[in-house]
Structure formats: C-alpha cells, structure tokens
C-alpha cells in the first residue's frame, strides 16, 4: 500500500492528536540529493527514471493553544483547545522529462478536545480545514486544494507508559468525504534511558539517554509528509511526498523555560515523491512506486512549551 494513504489519514488525525500542552515549534530539515526510481509491482528490480535526480528543503511549524483546561485526580485533562500548522517544501528537482511539482505548502488550523472517559479511557476528537497546494500563491487557491477533516479516537490507558487506541479519520480528499481507520500508539519508558514509540503524526521511534538536565542524544526514526492537491492533464491527483529518516538526535534544554533546541544528523532512507489520481483507487495504487534513493538528512529544531 501506498504511503500516501497513510499520510492522508494521519493529516486527518493530526490536529485531534496534538499535545495538551501550549507549545510553538519550529523545524527546518534538508533531504540530500539522490536518484529517482521506481518499483514494479510485480517485485521486478527497481528501474532508474533517466537521470533523474533531487533534493529537498522542508520548514515546518506548529502552535496548539488550550483554550481550557481542567486535570482530574490521575493528572489526565478535559481541554479544548486551537490548534494550527504549516509546512513548506522547496523541491530541487533536475533532470526530469515530465514535470514535477517543485513546492509544496499545507496549512491546517483546527479544534480539539480531549476527555478522560473514565480511569482506564480517553477521548480525543477534532474537526479542522487545510489548504494542500503546489503553489505559495494565495491568488492560485481553490476549493480543488482545501481539505476538510475531523477525528475520533478512543484511548486505552493500558499502564503509565503504554496507550494505544484507535478510531476513525474523516477527510475529503478524494473530492468527497471519506472514512479512514485512526490508530494511536504511545509507549515511553522513563528514566536515564528512555525509549519512545508514537504512531500519532506520522511515526517516530527513538531511545535516548538524558546526560543531565541539560542534554539529551538519542537515535530516532521518524516519518513525515506533505501533500498537494492539484489538476494535472485534465484530472485531479495527489501528489504526495513523504519521507523516512533516521539518525542521531541532540536535544539542549534551557532550565525551566520549556525552551529546547533540536537536531538530526543521518539518512533519508526512503523518500517517495509521485502523482495518484485522486481517487480510491488511485491512493491505494501499487503501480506508481516512485521514490527518491538513500540520502543524506539534517535538521534543526525549536520548541517552547509554556
């Protein structure tokens, strides 16, 4: 299955899944230049497309404003809450005899509410709008490049550090609304030595070690995407563009102001970048495996919580 299903789910789930904290973060990342192929569907050797060949620049920002909250006796919130997000894609493509999409920018702002159903159970929900378009032009947006989407997710609180729960993602963008399966996972052991597992917004999976209240490295993998939603040849398509790093992780805290500095310095293992057509079919298409080879990844990262 395509990763870009994937993606559309988690883009329907992201605001309902947002932390329940006040926090403003910033991230910019750059994906190193490798070759582009693609995979047949009958597990054939992946084929070289010409001499295809590019890079990307990624800068991403998020801000979740609580509008209220209210903690129950196991420290669990009834918050409703803000929430928006931005990301811009600068794709530096060469070689390519077709056309390929050369930026990206998604915007989503969204309401969430999160609610202890009971000492084992949780809600969190949302409802939200985003633009995905190809272009930074505002004069170039139509309803062809707007999303609407919501959330519903059921949360069991298995142990202080494991969750899991799962639910249902709505979104429109196959041009009608459609139901998507929501899967959360969080399980974080803490101490020194830590290990983090999440399957909230994307995936992210690391093990660190705090040196001091200062300082912490960990080694992480972490997915990412960012989609746009065109006309190409007469026909509506996704294109979307995705991307799966790992690497060692610096984190530098700033005593108690919630202020912290991140990085990643590592590879891109897999980075798939092609055009579906939007429809169910299309999405779910294992004919259109095209993607970026291993790479180089480095990044650096800004986060306040207040």
């Known amino acids: 299955m395509k990763l870009t299903a994937l993606f559309l789910t988690a883009s329907a ?14 991230k910019t990342e750059y994906i190193g230049n490798s070759g582009y192929y693609y995979l047949p569907p009958n597990e054939k050797p992946k084929e070289k497309i010409g001499d295809g060949k590019g890079s990307a620049m990624v800068y991403q920002g998020a801000v979740n404003i609580p509008l209220s909250m209210k903690s129950n006796k196991n420290n669990r919130s009834t918050t409703w809450g803000i929430g928006f997000g931005g990301a811009y894609v ?3 493509n060469k070689n390519f005899k077709e056309n390929m ?27 939200g709008i985003g633009i995905f378009t190809p272009s930074t032009d505002f004069s170039k947006i139509n309803f062809k490049n707007i999303l609407g989407s919501g959330g519903i997710v059921f949360i069991r609180h298995l142990n202080p550090n494991l969750d899991l729960g799962g639910g249902i993602a709505i979104n429109s963008s196959l ?12 399980w ?8 983090n597992v999440e399957l909230v917004e994307g995936l992210e999976i690391s093990a660190g070690y705090d040196f001091n209240e200062k300082f912490k490295l960990s080694y992480a993998i972490e997915m990412n995407g960012q989609v746009a939603l065109l006309e190409k040849d007469g026909k509506n398509v996704i294109f979307s563009h995705q991307y799966i790093v790992t690497g060692f992780r610096p984190e530098l805290k700033f005593g108690t102001t919630g202020f912290s500095v991140t990085g990643m310095a590592g590879l891109n293992l897999y980075r798939p970048a092609s055009y579906s057509d939007r429809t169910l079919k299309g999405v779910f298409a294992s004919d259109n495996d095209y993607y970026f080879s291993v790479s180089s990844y480095v990044s650096v990262g800004l986060k306040m919580k207040f």
Not at 19 to 25: M, T, Y
Not at 110 to 125: E, M, T, V
Not at 175 to 186: D, R, T
Request: proline share 5%; charged share 20%.
């Open 188 to 195: 974080k052991l803490d101490g020194k030595f830590d290990i």
């Open 13 to 26: 789930t992201l605001l309902c899944l947002k932390g329940k904290a006040q926090e403003v973060s910033f």
């Open 175 to 186: 041009g009608y609304p459609m139901v998507f399966p929501a899967v959360y996972v969080k």
């Open 90 to 92: 600068a794709l530096n």
């Open 101 to 127: 999409v050369s930026e990206i920018m998604n915007l989503q702002l969204g309401i969430y509410h999160l609610r202890p159903l009971n000492d084992k159970w949780s809600l969190r929900a949302s409802v």
